[in-house]
């Protein structure tokens, strides 16, 4: 699942950089990738469509919540929804902008902080499915308060 979330820069060019990275780690896991958004992110959200991506309908925090549990995999930029997917347990790629940012994200085994500034577009994308990839395979301690799926 890809999330879109509002920040000051999109991350790696997105949604097409984003929509590669999620096109290729769904493609390595067997899943099929979908798009979140927020309030005023549809034609953010629509530019990240493409490779078998599905558009999940608007929704408020706890649909939001929701979708995330049902995930296999969030990817998303280092925003609210990062928070929430981590907070209900799902693991979860955060692509960071800003070098050192990242160091403020190892609140869990289930998170992969991926630091991206200055990367060019390609070689993040490439970071970015490394890392989920390497989330996927290491198991992880299940957050405290939060059921395994």
């Given at each position: 699942?890809?999330?879109?979330?509002?920040?000051?820069?999109?991350?790696?060019?997105?949604?097409?950089?984003?929509?590669?990275?999620?096109?290729?780690?769904?493609?390595?896991?067997?899943?099929?990738?979908?798009?979140?958004?927020?309030?005023?992110?549809?034609?953010?959200?629509?530019?990240?469509?493409?490779?078998?991506?599905?558009?999940?309908?608007?929704?408020?925090?706890?649909?939001?919540?929701?979708?995330?549990?049902?995930?296999?995999?969030?990817?998303?930029?280092?925003?609210?929804?990062?928070h929430l997917?981590?907070?209900?347990?799902?693991?979860?790629?955060?692509?960071?902008?800003?070098?050192?940012?990242?160091?403020?994200?190892?609140?869990?085994g289930r998170?992969?902080?991926?630091?991206?500034?200055?990367?060019?577009?390609?070689a993040a994308?490439?970071?970015?499915?490394?890392?989920?990839?390497?989330?996927?395979?290491?198991?992880?301690?299940?957050?405290?308060?939060?059921?395994?799926?």
């Amino acid at each position: 699942m890809e999330a879109l979330g509002a920040i000051d820069e999109p991350p790696l060019e997105q949604p097409a950089s984003s929509a590669k990275a999620a096109a290729a780690l769904a493609t390595r896991l067997g899943l099929c990738p979908c798009v979140v958004f927020g309030p005023g992110e549809e034609r953010l959200a629509e530019g990240a469509l493409g490779l078998g991506a599905r558009l999940l309908p608007p929704t408020d925090l706890e649909g939001l919540a929701a979708a995330f549990r049902a995930a296999k995999l969030v990817l998303t930029s280092d925003s609210g929804p990062l928070h929430l997917a981590v907070a209900v347990g799902v693991p979860t790629v955060g692509v960071f902008l800003k070098p050192g940012s990242g160091r403020w994200a190892r609140v869990s085994g289930r998170l992969a902080a991926v630091e991206v500034g200055g990367m060019e577009a390609e070689a993040a994308v490439a970071r970015i499915v490394e890392e989920g990839l390497n989330l996927m395979e290491t198991p992880s301690e299940p957050v405290r308060g939060v059921e395994p799926l």
